[in-house]
C-alpha cells in the first residue's frame, strides 16, 4: 500500500517535470473520451432508449414505417403502419396473443388542445393532447405520479370525461400545484376532469421534442382528436392509429405477424377500395411488420439513425485518432527513457519494478485524462443535445453521459497508455543494459520510429477520410439551404391557431375569419394577412388522388396524387407564390360562389404536360364521379412546401369555405384553418402579443399554438441536417487537431533526439534552409503517405453518406482538394514549429551534448 | 611563400550562465599558415574546443579580430558562415559524429549535398576519392554501427576531406579510440599533411601532439610559450 502510493506520488512527479508530454495526453485523452462520451450519450439516448415501462421486452408495435397523420388509400409497399379504429378492433379481437393492445393517435402535431385551468383569472392555453385507448398506460405498465392513470372504464360512451396530464406539463404550465389533480379544467371548451399526472421520466410513446400535454381517451376523440371538429372514429377509410401492444411471454412473432397480416386482409376485404378488381394484387400484398415496442414508435429514430450511425462512426474515428496520439506519446517517451532505464537497470533497478513505474505512471496519466474527459462529456453532452433539439420544450433526453460508454472509452484509451507505456520499458528491460550503453552512442537511428510515423500515417488518413465527410456534409446542407424553394420570408410571420380547439361551428367560422383578417390588418405595422390550412416547410401534408374530367379513370398504379391546401386571399401574395396564369384566390370565392382551384406549375406539368390549356379544366378528388366538383382558374408559381431533396409536388390551392360537391362529408375537416400569415412593413415590435392579443379579444379560446417568423420556420426544416453537418465538421476538425498534435509530437521528437545529428550537419555546411527542409521533408512524407492512403480510402467511404447527400456527388473534387489542402496545411504548421526549433538549433551546444 | 589562413587577435569568449561569467578564452593571438599542421594542447577546460568552435565559424568570439584566408569573419551573417563552414572548413570530432541513419557513402557525401551546383558525378567522385584515400572505399555501402571505433574515424576524415576544405579542424581524434586505432588515424592526418593539407588538431597526448611541426598550448584562455607552460602546470 505504502508502495504504492509511493509510485503513484513518483508518477506524479515524473508528469510534472514533463508538463508539454502530459498537458498534450490529457487533453487528448479528455478530447478522445469525451467527444465519444457524448456522441453515445445521444445515441443512445435518441435510438436504443426504452420507455419507462414495466417490461419493454414484451411490447410490440404493429407496423414499422413513419406514416403519418391521417391517411387513405394503399400505403406505400402494402406495408400497414397506422390503422383505422375499426381496423384495429378487428385486429385486437383476433389476437389474443396480445395480453394487451393499444392504439393512440399518429399525429400529434399542431392541431391542439386549448385548455383552461379552475383557477381564476387562469387563460386558455395551447397544449398538445394524445388520444390513446383506455388500456394505453396498462400495456405500457405504468404507474401514476399522482392521482391515477386512465384506465379502459374511462374509455367507455357516457364514461365522465377525464384525461391524464404529462408531468412536464404539470411542473412547466401550473407550476407542480397539486390541486391540478381531480380538478376540472376547460378543454376545448368541454369541462374535463384532471385524473392524474404521468411519471417524471415518462415522455410519451415516442421521441418528439414536443411530447403530449394531455393523455385523453379515444371515446372523446370528436371532441380532442386530430380529425376535430370532425371524427375519425367511425371513417373506415381514414387510417390514424399507432399500435402499441404488450404480448403474452412466450409469443412467437413471425407467427403473430402471418397471422395479424391475414386477420389485415380479411378486413380489408370489406373496404370498397379493395373490392375493385384492379385492387386485388394490392389486398393480396397487405399485411404488417411487427418491431420491437420496448422504445415506443421509433419514428425519431427512424429520421435521425442514418444521421447517427454517422456519428458514431465518426467519433469512433476520433477515438481511434486520440488512441493513436496516446500511443504515439507514451513510445516517444518511453523510447526517450530508454537510456535513463537502462542506466538504472545497469545500476542494479529490478525489471518488475522498472515496468510497475511505468504502469503507475500510465495509469495516474490515464485517470487524469479520464477525469478530465468526464468534464468534456457533460459540457459535450449539453451542447450535443442543444444541437439536437434546437427547440425543444421539453427534452426528452437526459443529458447524463451513461457511465458504460464512459467507462467503455476510458478503458481503451487506458488500455492504449498501458500498452504503449509499458512496452518501451519491456523491450528496454529485456535488452542487455550494455548493450543500451554502448549503442546511444554509434547509432542516432532510433527502431520505434516507424511505428510511430505508421500512426502518425494512420492519423492523417483517418483525418482526410473525416475532413471529406464534413466538407460533402457541409456543401449538402448549403446546397440545400441556399436552393430557391421560391418563398419570400423577410419580414413574414406564422401564427398557428387552432378554431376547432376553440370550439367553432362550421357555420361559424366565415364569420370569424372576417374577423381575423379585419382586426389583424387594423394592427399598426400589418400589411397583408392570410389564412390557410397550413404554411409552408413547416412539416403538414394534405394529399389526394385527383380525377380529371374528360380523362379516362386513373388505374390502381396510376401517380395521380396532388398535395393540396386552403388558402384566403392575400395568402399567394405573402408566401411568394406569383400567379403566372388566370387568377388567384380572391374574397369573392366563398362558401357559395363557383368551386375553384388554383394549381401550381408542376400540377400543369404532371397532368397537362401534352400543353393542354389547365384553364377552365375540371377535376375532383372523390374518384370519377367528381370530376366535375371543381374548376381551374389559376396558375401560380412553385414552392416547396415539403421534402427539400426532391422536386416541388404537384399542388392544388382551394378557397378556405367551399365544400366539395361530392362526398362533402368528408371536406369538412380542411375547412378549419390551421395558421394565419403576416407580412409586416418592416420590423414590428410587440406583434406577437398583439396578435396574441387580437385573438383573445375575439375569443379568449383562439389561444396561439405557435408563433414564429416565416424565416425561422424555414429554416427549422434544416436544424437535423445542420446538426449533422456540424457535428461531422466538429469531430472532423477535432481529429485533424489530434492528428495534427500526433505529427507535430512526432516531429519534434524526432527533431530532439537529432539534435547533435543536426549539430553535426550544420558544423558540415548545412544551412538553416537545409535543415528546416529535412525535417518538414520528414514530417511532409508522412502527410503524404497519409494521403496517399486517405484519398481512396475516403474515395470508398463516401458511398456511405451518399444518401445523406443533397446534389452532392460523392466524388466531389472540390471538397476533396479542399481537404487535402487543409490537411496539407495542418501537416505543414505541426512540421514547421519543431523544423523553426531545428534549425536554430546552436551547433556547438548539439555537439556539446553528444 | 607562407599564406597565412588563420589570423586570430586579441580574442575572448565569456560565457553567461546563470550570473556566472565563464571566461574560457580571455585574449587569444594565433596564426596559422597554410600547409602547417598545428596541435593545441593544454589542460581540461582551458579553451580549446572554445577556440575551435570559433576558427570553425560555430560559434562566435565575445570580442577580437578574426581572419579566415584574408577575410574578416565578424560580419558575416548565419548563412555567409554556412557557406564558408561547407567550403573552408573540415571537422573531424573525438566522437565520430557519423550520422546513424546513412551509409558511409553518403555521410562523406553530406558536406557536398549543401554545396549549391555540385554535379552529382563530381560529389561521386569527390566521395570515392576520400574514401579511397582513408582506405575505407570497400566499406562504402556500410552503415556507421557495422565499423569500428578507427573505421568509423576514417570515414569522419574522408568526410572533412570530400569538400577540399582549406583547413581540418580535428577535435581530439583520438579521444575514443584505442591506442592502435589512435595512432593510425594520427597516421592518416600525417600523410594529409604531407599532401598539402592544412590541420589544427586539439589533443591531450603528447604523443600525437608531436606529429604536429608547431604545438600551441593552451592555459586559462590563454596562448603560452611551451616553457611557460610546463612552470604553470608546475604550479597547479
Ligand atoms: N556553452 C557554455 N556555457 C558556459 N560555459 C561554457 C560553455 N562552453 C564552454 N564553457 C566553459 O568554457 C571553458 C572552456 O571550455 P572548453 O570546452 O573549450 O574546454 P576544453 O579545453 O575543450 O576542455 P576539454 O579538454 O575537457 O575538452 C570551460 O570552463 C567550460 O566550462
Ligand atoms: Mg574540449
Known sequence: MNRLVQDIKFALRQLRKSPGFTITAIVTLALGIGANAAIFTLVHAVLLKNLPVSDPKLLVRVGDTDDCCVEGGVPDQRDYSIFAFELYQHLRENTPEFESLAAMQAGVGYAGVTARSNKPGDLPRAERGEVVTGNYFQVLGLQPYAGRLILPSDDVQGAPMGVVMSYQAWQRDYASDPSVVGSTFVLNTYPVTILGITPPSFYGDRMTSAPPDFYIPMVMEPNFGPGNPTSLLHRRDANWLYLLGKIKPGTDLKQLEAKMSASLRNYLATLPLYQRQDRQADLAGAHVVLTPGGAGIENMQQEYGVGLKMLITVSALVLLIACANIANLMLVRGMARRAETSIRMALGAQRARLIRQMLTESVVLSCLGGLAGLLVAYAGTKVLLAMAFPHAQSLPIEATPSLVVLGFAFALSLLTGLIFGVAPAWVTSHSQPADALRGSNRTTSDRSGWLQRSLVILQAALSLILLVGAGLMAKSLSKLENQDFGVVTQNRVVVHFSPESAGYKQEQLQGLYDKIINDLHALPGVDKAALSLYTPLEGNNWGEGVYIQGRPEPGAQAKNGASWLRVGPEYFDIVGHRVLRGRGITAQDTATSLPVVVVNEAFVKKFFSNGENPLGAHFGISGMESVGDWEIVGVVSDIKYNDLRRPTRAMYFRPLLQVAHTKSQTDTRSLYAGAIMLTTKGQVGNLESQVRRTLANINPNLTVVDYNTFEAQVRGQFDQERMIARLTLMFSLLALMLAAVGLYGVTAYSVARRTPEIGVRMALGAGRGNVVAMVMREAMLQAIIGLAIGIPAAWLCVRLVQSQLYNVGGHDAMVMTGSVLVLTIAALLAGLIPAQRAASTDPVKALRTE | ?236
Do not use: W
Open chain 2, 1 to 236: 611563400m607562407a599564406e597565412t589562413i588563420i589570423e586570430i587577435e586579441q580574442l575572448t569568449k565569456v560565457f553567461y550562465t546563470d550570473e556566472i561569467e565563464t571566461h574560457a578564452l580571455s585574449g587569444v593571438h594565433m596564426q596559422i599558415q597554410r600547409g602547417e599542421y598545428v596541435a593545441m594542447s593544454g589542460p581540461s577546460g582551458c579553451g580549446k574546443s572554445t577556440l575551435l568552435s570559433i576558427i570553425g565559424l560555430l560559434d562566435t568570439p565575445t570580442s577580437g579580430r578574426y581572419q579566415l584566408n584574408g577575410k574578416e569573419v565578424a560580419n558575416l551573417n548565419f548563412s555567409d558562415r554556412s557557406r564558408i563552414r561547407n567550403q573552408e572548413i573540415g571537422f573531424i570530432f573525438q566522437s565520430f559524429n557519423l550520422i546513424g541513419d546513412l551509409t558511409v557513402a553518403e555521410n562523406v557525401e553530406l558536406p557536398l549535398t549543401y554545396r549549391s551546383g555540385m554535379p552529382v558525378a563530381e560529389r561521386k567522385k569527390r566521395v570515392q576519392e576520400s574514401l579511397e584515400r582513408v582506405n575505407m572505399a570497400h566499406r562504402m555501402r556500410h552503415y556507421p554501427a557495422q565499423l569500428s571505433g578507427g573505421q568509423q574515424q576514417r570515414v569522419a576524415v574522408a568526410r572533412a576531406l570530400a569538400g577540399s576544405p582549406s583547413i581540418l579542424l580535428a577535435d581530439e581524434p583520438t579521444g575514443n579510440l584505442d591506442s592502435k586505432n589512435g595512432e593510425a588515424v594520427m597516421q592518416l592526418l600525417k600523410e594529409l599533411h604531407d599532401e598539402g593539407a592544412t590541420i589544427c588538431m586539439v589533443t591531450h597526448d603528447p604523443r600525437f601532439a608531436a606529429h604536429a611541426e608547431r604545438q600551441i598550448h593552451l592555459f586559462d584562455g590563454k596562448v603560452v610559450a611551451e616553457g611557460e607552460l610546463s612552470h604553470l602546470m608546475a604550479e597547479v
